[in-house]
Structures are given as structure tokens and as C-alpha cells.
């Protein structure tokens, strides 16, 4: 069974910074993209930042582009993303997800196969 589990979420500062990671199980993920998304409050759901399987290619959302980093650790089978200069608008729960088929570099959310529960970021004022 395929499981996305998510930490490091809590509560920060504006101007500050916090790294969040999400753990794989289950299956080969150092041939799949990853990404992360975010959904604020009353918000749909955003695209943030996604990782190829190879760790060579990264994207960014518009908003957070520079200030974010996405990573990965293929021996972990873990990614992470570094937020700096964080915001209140980044507020959000932060979801993990997974490329629905292996090798693709995906970073949009119907492409995504596998999803982790999330983790809340809350950044104030």
C-alpha cells in the first residue's frame, strides 16, 4: 500500500522559516516525481513546487517562487520543502503527492497519483 506521510508543520512567524518533509512507502519512489500543493483557508487548492525522479529538475509556484526549495533524498525515499521568508498568506495545509507513473516530471494536481493527509502551516503576523 502506497503511503505519503507528512511532517513539520506548526506555527511560525512571518519572516521566518520552516521545512516540512514527507516520508514514501510502498513502492520505488526515486522513479517518480514529487510535488507539493497547498490549500489555504477558503482557497482551492495550489500547485507550490515539484521534484523529477532524478532530483535535476525542480518548478515552482509564482508565489512562492524564491523562497521555497524543494528537495529530495532518494536513499530516504523523502522530500522536503524549505520555506523562507514565510508569509500569513502561506498559510495553508501542505499536501505531499506522488507523479501517477514513473520517469514523467508531473506538477499538475490531476496528475499527481498519490496523495499524503497534509500538515498545517500557520504563519503569523
Known amino acids: 500500500q502506497v503511503q505519503l506521510v507528512e511532517s513539520g508543520g506548526g506555527l511560525v512567524q512571518a519572516g521566518g522559516s520552516l521545512r516540512v518533509s514527507c516520508a514514501a512507502s510502498?513502492?520505488?519512489?526515486?522513479?517518480?516525481?514529487m510535488a507539493w500543493f497547498r490549500q489555504g483557508p477558503g482557497k482551492e487548492r495550489e500547485f507550490v513546487a515539484a521534484?523529477?525522479?532524478?532530483?535535476?529538475?525542480?518548478s515552482y509556484g509564482k508565489s512562492v517562487k524564491g523562497r521555497f526549495t524543494i528537495s529530495r533524498d532518494t536513499a530516504r525515499n523523502t522530500v522536503s520543502l524549505q520555506m523562507n521568508e514565510l508569509k500569513p498568506e502561506d498559510t495553508a495545509v501542505y499536501y505531499c503527492?506522488?507523479?501517477?507513473?514513473?520517469?514523467?516530471?508531473?506538477?499538475?494536481?490531476?496528475?499527481?497519483?498519490?496523495w499524503g493527509k497534509g500538515t498545517l502551516v500557520t504563519v503569523s503576523s
Open positions: 510502498g513502492r520505488t519512489f526515486s522513479l517518480y516525481s
Open positions: 503527492a506522488a507523479g501517477r507513473s514513473p520517469l514523467a516530471f508531473f506538477t499538475t494536481e490531476n496528475d499527481m497519483g498519490y
Open positions: 521534484i523529477s525522479s532524478s532530483g535535476g529538475a525542480t
